[in-house]
């Protein structure tokens, strides 16, 4: 299980809940869409969200310093990360 | 110590700045030249237009605050990483297109040299700072894709240079290699 952080038009949030760490990239941008919908990222509330407003962001699989698994769901920058 | 600063137009130049207080000397490199539109987010004054950036940022360092850097002047190659790497303890990326980031990337990974990645968004609404050792390069919507164009993206370009200079005092004072992520909505260590 892990984190997921959501950044969108320059805001960034965790999901409260828990996902599976091995979810694909599609079901990981499927859950965002669904959850920044439905306010469950809390100051990231956008209802109206386009069903692929995330199909051009990048997805990364790092520990946080605390050891806590965490998926970040971002804007390209452009460059990524090694899981 | 010396440090070398690979692209110094917007976030190199910022973050140049914010090293200049580091017992380091700094190598800058970029083989571009000051346009007066880039005064607008980048650390270069009206006098430094026309001049290459290395040379300006160089000469401005030297003159507002007495630090001495070194310029090179030219674009990264195949031909030449190495040399322009010798010599260095750390490198930052502060390059604007993926070919460059790779080239660095796998030039500081043979040599062993440390070497850590600052960029931003094309949207100016969101940066990385990354060790290399947790680096990949993300695909460019269209090659060579503008970022950070005009004086728009000011504030995170401050931000982010101030978050990279962070990440290399870190880094020289104490060997941390801390990743950030920056947004409008703040500054995050992700490792």
Not at chain 2, 34 to 40: G, M, T, Y
């Amino acid at each position: 299980m892990a984190v997921l952080n959501i950044t969108y038009n320059g805001l960034s949030a965790d999901y409260d809940m828990d996902i599976d760490y091995a979810a694909s990239d599609a079901d990981i941008r499927r859950i965002a869409v669904e959850v920044v919908r439905s306010g469950g990222v809390r100051g990231l509330h956008i209802a109206n969200l386009a069903d692929n407003a995330f199909r051009n962001y990048v997805i990364d699989h790092m520990d946080s310093p605390t050891g806590e698994r965490r998926i970040y769901l971002r804007p390209k920058v452009p460059f990524g990360a090694e899981v | 110590m010396r440090i070398v600063i690979c692209g110094v137009g917007a976030l190199g130049s910022t973050t140049a700045l914010f090293c200049r207080n580091l017992d380091a000397t700094l190598r800058l490199v970029d083989f571009d030249r000051v346009e007066s539109k880039n005064l607008q987010a980048q650390w270069f004054v009206k006098q430094s237009v026309g001049k290459n950036k290395a040379q300006a940022l160089r000469l401005q360092l030297q003159n507002f605050y007495g630090v001495k850097a070194e310029a090179m002047g030219v674009r990264l190659s195949e031909d030449n990483t190495r040399e322009l790497l010798d010599g260095c303890d750390l490198a930052l990326d502060c390059f604007d297109n993926i070919a460059s980031r790779q080239l660095l990337s796998t030039a500081a990974r043979d040599l062993e040299l440390p070497l850590v990645h600052g960029a931003l968004s094309g949207d100016g609404t969101f940066g990385l700072v990354r060790w290399d050792e947790r680096f990949s390069a993300d695909a460019e919507d269209v090659e060579g894709q503008a970022t950070c164009e005009g004086g728009e993206h000011l504030p995170i370009i401050g931000a982010m240079g101030a978050t990279l200079a962070r990440a290399v005092q870190d880094h020289v004072r104490a060997g941390d290699r801390h990743d950030y992520m920056v947004s409008l909505s703040g500054v995050t260590r992700t490792s």
